[in-house]
């Protein structure tokens, strides 16, 4: 089974009128204000996933500011997922600072979302304000058991739309702060994954964390995951693919270069998603790549 966890859809008011969503709305316009940035759909979506192998897909939307942003958005994704059970699993997604933000997890939360997110600061990192917007949403999904994905990016290299000025030790600090939340960390943790190989302290603050692979072909060399696999432990690792950042196939062609044998990719593609999210083989059900 193979489980994508990073995959944004929205709704065609969207996919067709981006213009009109990017007033006040910096995290979305971050990246979609470039019209070659790509919107999809569910139905489109589940085309890809056809075509690529995937059986299943995590789905959410933006950090949208604006509550009819973000409830037009989640509501979406919450219907798609209903109609395609078998396919989708709905995240609600909204910024940690907005207005009624606590109230909207609850929300989504009831309504079916199996997490919240992916979060994200795209202007500040994950400072004092940050964290501290975060701080009651994570109290929610630790509350319910549910994961909560996050936003993370790496200190140093190169520039890309997305990426803010973030550090290993605000991100460390966050979870230190939230024990009992299990966090996905995208991109890897921003790098904070590497960190694992410590002998002190570090595997502790970073055991109830698990990271997806998302954006990872720009990002590190496929050799990386098997070094995360020996320090941080293969049940760790997600796949997912920020799509359609990415097509699931490139991540395919990574895994396949990274060291790992055939099952601890497997394990990576999709069985260590389907143990986080409490996902059985019977759930979904495509041809694996």
């Not at 990017?22 to 316009?29: K, R, W």
């Not at 904070?192 to 997806?212: C, H, P, R, T, Y």
């Amino acid at each position: 089974m193979v489980i994508d966890v990073h995959v944004h859809i929205c709704p065609k008011d969207i996919r067709n009128r981006r213009e009109a969503f990017l007033q006040g709305e910096p995290e979305f316009s971050a990246i979609y204000a470039d019209p070659k940035a790509k919107l999809i759909g569910a139905s489109e979506l589940i085309t890809a996933m056809d075509r690529e192998g995937v059986d299943q897909a995590v789905v959410f939307g933006f950090p949208w500011r604006k509550e009819a942003h973000f409830r037009l958005n989640n509501d979406y994704v919450l219907d798609a997922a209903k109609q395609r059970p078998d396919r989708l699993i709905p995240f609600g997604c909204l910024f940690p600072g907005a207005d009624g933000a606590e109230s909207e997890v609850r929300r989504c939360l009831d309504h079916g979302a199996r997490g919240i997110g992916e979060l994200a600061f795209y202007g500040s990192g994950l400072d004092s304000a940050a964290r501290g917007a975060l701080l009651p949403l994570a109290a929610v999904t630790a509350e319910a058991n549910v994961p909560l994905l996050l936003h993370t990016n790496e200190p140093i290299g190169h520039s890309y739309p997305g990426k803010c000025p973030m550090s290993l030790q605000q991100i460390y600090a966050l979870l230190e702060a939230t024990p009992k939340t299990r966090w996905i960390l995208a991109h890897l943790g921003g790098g904070l994954s590497l960190f694992a190989s410590m002998k002190k302290q570090v595997g502790e603050i970073l055991a109830n964390s698990w990271f997806d692979t998302a954006a990872m072909p720009f990002l590190y060399k496929p050799q990386t995951l098997r070094f995360l696999a020996d320090v941080l432990g293969l049940d760790k690792l997600l796949f997912g693919s920020d799509y359609p950042l990415l097509p699931p196939k490139r991540y395919y062609r990574e895994l396949a270069e990274s060291g790992l044998s055939e099952e601890e990719q497997k394990a990576v593609l999709g069985g260590n998603a389907a143990k986080l999210l409490g996902i059985s083989a019977g759930d979904g059900g495509q041809t694996s790549p």
